[in-house]
């Protein structure tokens, strides 16, 4: 059995480098939005989120003993969605 095991401390490094860096990097791709696209800033706000744990997933599928090719589909997907939105927005 393929067991992967991270260090208590990695998972603390992740918390606290990530924690800071969704409310900052939200609320900046805010500043991108008109007036008239309010409608995404829903969408933009959880973009990053979203991202952070389909990354977090997609390890965790590409580390499991049982691999399943649907969920590394998935967890890609809650990637590239995300990404992809917020590109858009930054360069509409």
């Given amino acids: 059995m393929n067991t ?43 973009a990053y989120p979203v991202a952070l744990i389909g990354m977090v997933g997609l390890f965790r599928a590409l580390f499991s003993p049982r691999r399943s090719r649907l969920a590394l589909l998935l967890w890609a997907l809650c990637i590239i969605a995300p990404i992809a939105i917020l590109i858009w927005v930054r360069h509409h």
């Fill in 4 to 46: 992967f095991r991270h260090p208590q401390w990695l998972i603390q490094l992740i918390v606290v480098v990530a924690l800071p860096t969704v409310t900052c990097f939200g609320y900046y791709s805010l500043d991108y939005l008109g007036e008239d696209e309010a409608i995404w800033a829903l969408p933009v706000m959880m």
